[in-house]
């Protein structure tokens, strides 16, 4: 497949930070999302981030962390979710995930399967991104307004705040999926040059295959 690095797993990833970051693209030129964009953040890129999600708390260990971090985290940090609907759009997007969880419920039926190891090739990719986020030359930030730099947004510093950053994309892409009116501020740059620098990131290491 011309443009593809050879693995099936990092192409799709490619393939969906790259989607998700002209679907913002979209939404900063516009003001709007484009045709299509909210059904992509709610079927795939938040999908995504429940992968994470879900990695994070495969790869947590008690010795990554000092008690109070570890506290705050056992009390709900890691598990914490989206609040309820607000309104008719954000309904509608939970009942939408809640149906696509007894679909995948029911193909499963009383069968046992082997653990999923993508959440934590998802969590690996991110790691990676948040770490990249305030590396990225600013000849090559693409977020459309303020200074052209990522320097100011660290990477998490430890488990407590890489968790506060994953949950953040997912409240902020929810939040954009349900229609919420948006503006340029900080978490949605965050979010923003997340999938910037993902996308950046991932054709330096894995460049189309010969």
Known sequence: MAGSSGFAELDRLLALVRSTRLVLDGLLGAGELPVGGAAFLAEATLPHIEAIETGFRGWLRSEMAELDELR??????????????????EAAAARAEAERDRARLA?????????????????????????????????????????????????????????????????????????????????VRRTYGFFDAAEQLDRRMFPPAA
């Open 72 to 89: 705050f985290l056992v009390l709900g940090v890691a598990e914490a979710r989206v609040g309820p609907p607000a309104n008719p759009a």
């Open 107 to 187: 193909e499963l039926g009383g069968r046992l399967t082997r653990a999923d190891a993508f959440p934590l090739l998802a969590l690996a990719h991110a790691r990676l991104a948040f770490a990249y986020l305030p590396r990225l030359p600013a000849t090559e930030v693409r977020y459309p307004a303020g200074r052209p730099t990522y320097a100011d947004i660290p990477a998490p510093r430890g488990p407590a705040e890489l968790v506060l950053r994953i949950e953040e994309l997912e409240r902020e892409l929810w939040r954009i999926a349900a229609g919420r009116t948006v503006r340029p501020d900080p978490a």
